[in-house]
């Protein structure tokens, strides 16, 4: 079976306190409503481009030794301003994978389980090499600094992973990828907002009741369906209150649902892959085929979906 062999991740140098970001800003807000409200303290904001966010993710994943190996490069994005060329074909250039080819993915904040179903069904083309799997997020270049109500929320920052191909699926794998249309444009980027911006508009009320009301059900269905008992839950990282909500309507031990959105804020396709590798590097998650895990993604179109399969 296909196997995750190693995860990476980057953030970038510019740490944003809650208190910075209200000084550089000037919303109307303050320390604690953020962290009540979200469960926010900090967030890494890029001076860096959105592609040397990736590439510097990528080459914390792949050895030198492994990138005339890569096969596949699918990366998952929602902020980056060019049509094209593509993250992932800017990526293979940049690093030197000069046998590979990809494409990206735009699913927002579920866009690393969208890149992950595609990628692990790819992938059992190639009974060798490896397949580079990326969320790259650059978010700070898509909010308005006046809407408090998007601007406190979001982080920059890549994070991924590297299968080793064998011509099959990933260890038990199984998923539900899910949509519906956003009626009331509840997460939309208007690209009409200036010449060179496009800048992300979020009606908060009705992405809560989406989680509530499609997510959560959904998930707690998908772990019953196919008998689940896992390690962790490595949800979307949108806000504090959900995950707590998770670990209520599930009914699962606090340990088992992690959370890093209190230091880097929402990184919509990037927060599972952040995520992973941090659990990783704390030695939690051993990438040994042993321990099964369950990813859930979910934001814009509306769209979501959950994944399971052993690491």
Known sequence: MGHIIQTGSFLPGNKITNDK???RTQIDSN???IQQRTGIKSRYWAEESLISLGINA???IVQSSQLSDIKLVVVASMSSYLPTPSLANQLIAAIGAENAWGFDINGACSGFVMALEVANALSQQYTEGYTLVLGI???SQILNPDDRSTIILFGDGAGGLLIENNGKALPEFCSQQLAQADSERAITVDVSYCQNNAVMEMKGREVFNFVMRQVIPTLKD????HQLSFDYLIAHQA???LLDLMEQKLSIEKEKIPSN???VANLSAASIPVLLDKLVQEKKVRLEGKQQVVLTGFGAGLAWGHQSFKL
């Open 21 to 23: 970001l209200i000084q």
């Open 31 to 33: 320390d604690d409503w």
């Open 58 to 60: 990528a080459k914390k």
């Open 137 to 139: 997020e650059k978010m």
């Open 222 to 225: 998908f772990i019953e369906e």
């Open 239 to 241: 806000n504090q209150r």
């Open 261 to 263: 959105i209190a230091s």
